[in-house]
Nanobody
């Protein structure tokens, strides 16, 4: 079974950048639609961005558009989230997750219940 491990979180100043990584082991996730989610302290987990199985399509929620970039390297079994122009409201635990092997495009928000496997998250704290 696939395991996901996020890394790259930390403390950054507002306006700064951070690059998150999500490394998979156990099996390849190359056929899977992958996504990033986040959960602010005391909040609920929400969708951030997704990327199709081959990286050919991506989708972002409004708060991420123009600031965040999702990418994947299937040869490395890794998904990335480049976050620029960070704001204090971006403070959250960021999770990556996958939806099994359908080779679908990314074109809509991903409901949490549609995801088949999750990482444990990495904390991003943005100070003002």
């Amino acid at each position: 079974q696939v395991q996901l491990v996020e890394s790259g979180g930390g403390l950054v100043q507002a306006g700064g950048s951070l690059r998150l990584s999500c490394a998979a082991s156990g099996r390849t996730f190359s056929p899977d639609l992958m996504g990033w989610f986040r959960q602010a302290p005391g909040g609920e987990r929400e969708f951030v961005a997704s990327i199709s199985w081959n990286g050919g399509s991506t989708y972002y929620v409004d708060f991420a558009k123009g600031r965040f970039t999702i990418s994947r390297d299937n040869a490395k079994n890794t998904v990335y989230l480049q976050m620029n122009s960070l704001r204090p409201e971006d403070t959250a635990v960021y999770y990556c997750a996958g939806r099994l092997g359908v080779r679908e495009v990314a074109g809509s928000p991903l409901p949490l219940h549609d995801m088949n496997y999750w990482g444990k998250g990495t904390l991003v704290t943005v100070s003002s």
